[in-house]
C-alpha cells in the first residue's frame, strides 16, 4: 500500500474514532439564560446549575425532570430554593 493511501486512512480512522468525542464534548458546555420573574433577574443554565437543580430535586424528592418541562408553580419553587443556597458548593 503506497505511503499516502496509508498516512490517509489512518487519519481517516482516527477521525472516526475521535469525532463521537469531540461532538459531546461540545455539547456538554452548552449553556443558555433563564429568567426568574419572582426574582426578576437572569440564571445562566449550564453545568453549575444543572448540579444544583439535581441536588434540588433529591432534597424536594421530586423525580427527574427537564427544568423546562416542569409546571410554572415547580419552577418557582425551585427559583426561591436556589436563591437560598446561591453559596453552596456542591
Known amino acids: 500500500m503506497p505511503r499516502t493511501h496509508r498516512t490517509t ?26 429568567y426568574d420573574p419572582d426574582h426578576a433577574d437572569y440564571h445562566v443554565w449550564d453545568n453549575d446549575e444543572g448540579v444544583y437543580y439535581q441536588r434540588w430535586e433529591v432534597e424536594t424528592h421530586r423525580d427527574h ?8 408553580d ?12 446561591h453559596d453552596d458548593k456542591h
Open 65 to 72: 425532570r427537564d427544568f423546562k418541562k416542569r409546571h410554572a
Open 74 to 85: 415547580e419552577q418557582k419553587e425551585y427559583w426561591n430554593w436556589r436563591h437560598n443556597h
Open 9 to 34: 486512512s489512518s487519519i481517516l480512522l482516527a477521525l472516526a474514532l475521535f469525532s463521537p468525542v469531540l461532538i459531546a464534548g461540545c455539547a456538554a458546555r452548552v449553556s443558555y439564560r433563564v
